[in-house]
């Protein structure tokens, strides 16, 4: 048995594993800096369109800029407690 | 650009460069994903992000409010144009000149009042702005104008948040004291033709001369309940 079979079997845990740690992170800080520039962008430069995209997509790209944070923090905690 | 930015928008900005500094040493060093990493990476990724989400949301609210903000689809340059013009007595210039509300005349007036009215604003709002980008952007002005109906009527509530008809001078006017029902019902609009003449009046047909109206009735409502057309 494999560190990573002690994982759930869900869809996003199985998504999760075949990714793997490190890359959930790249992809969150890629994420992340897309959607502080969005924001910084709006807060700039506050037309209705800027706005609109930092409360909409930024927020959103934001959120799953934590979520996939999160996610890599999830498979590492799993991965370590399956070690010992 | 704003010449000046609010406090929450120099949070959202220091709370960014923080964050994407983290972030972006990160992307270059690559350590191991240790405690320590992941306490940086929850400071860049959760914590600071979260300050330039809520310095950011409150900023684009505050621009909002603006009638520049308003004023930056073309559609609304006619209103805001009469708004801001120094010459006009339409009810919406005579309130802009008002440092009362300032450079959120719009914003003022057409609020919805209330607990939740500022969350049924901004999302009407951004209804608004959902209608430009689908089509509107490209509709003249003229167009716009002949088109444009406000969604629905706009509620004497709004006017009653300043003028509240509650003291001797506004009671002390037949018309006022007449009417009071059906203000109060919303079944005549102050910004009205008849009572204080629409708020944008410069596209609205005009008004029935006074001797249309019956004799001996100065108080008599005007039929049409409320300003159709923004």
Redesign the interface.
Known sequence: MTDLDALPDGKIAQAARRVGSQKLVLASCVLGLIAMAMMCWSVLDPRPFPVLVAMSAGQGIGTLSLLCYLSAVFVEVWRLRNKR | ??SS?PIS?VL??AC?GI??VI??V??IKRPA?SLGT?LW??L???VL?LG??L???A??ME??K?VT?CN??HVMHAHAGDALNLNSQSLAARHTRNNLFGGESCYVCHADYGMMGTVFTKLGG?GH?YE??KGYHAVSLEDFLAEIHLRKPMPNLNCQQCHSGKNKLWLGVPEHGAAQAELALGLISCASAGCHGYAHPFNKPPAPPPSAAPAGSPAEPPPAPTEARP
């Open positions: 650009m704003h930015l928008g959202a900005l960014s964050a994407s972030l972006i990160y992307l994903f992941k990476l929850f860049g990724l959760c992000p330039t989400a310095g950011g949301n900023a684009g621009a909002s603006q903000f930056s689809c951004m702005v430009y980008l």
